[in-house]
């Protein structure tokens, strides 16, 4: 499956940003999928998953604090959506899309299609 990631850009804190995930082939609908991100001398970290039916998510803790981000997928769109609110310049990194065909989604290494990342930057 091939994957890629767009709708980054610059924003101004407190904006708002709408990524989106595309995967090339019918079957995005059958993988669980997930948004990392990375900034400058950082890790990757993990951001936010769904499962392949769209009912069950997942967020990192310190991002979902005060419900800034939403995720969600459109299958009959072979597309993943990150709703991004209340931007703050620590969100500001490289987010990269992936694909699992596992069940645990918070490991980067338990992905097996990553798309090519978006940058967003969060100006404060």
């Known amino acids: 499956v091939q994957l890629q990631a767009s709708g980054g850009g610059l924003v101004q804190a407190g904006g708002s940003l709408r990524l989106f995930c595309t995967a090339s082939e019918r079957s995005f609908e059958r993988y669980g999928m997930g948004w990392f991100r990375q900034a400058p001398g950082k890790e990757r970290e993990f951001v936010a998953a769904i499962s392949w039916s769209g009912y069950n998510t997942y967020y990192v803790d310190s991002v979902s604090s005060g419900f800034r981000l939403f995720i969600s997928r459109d299958n009959a769109k072979n597309t993943m959506y990150l709703q991004m609110n209340s931007l703050k310049p620590e969100d500001t990194a490289v987010y990269s899309c992936?694909?699992?065909?596992?069940?645990?989604?918070?490991?980067?290494?338990?992905?097996?299609?990553w798309g090519q990342g978006t940058l967003v930057t969060v100006s404060s």
């Open positions: 992936a694909a699992t065909s596992g069940s645990y989604y918070l490991l980067p290494d338990r992905y097996n299609y």
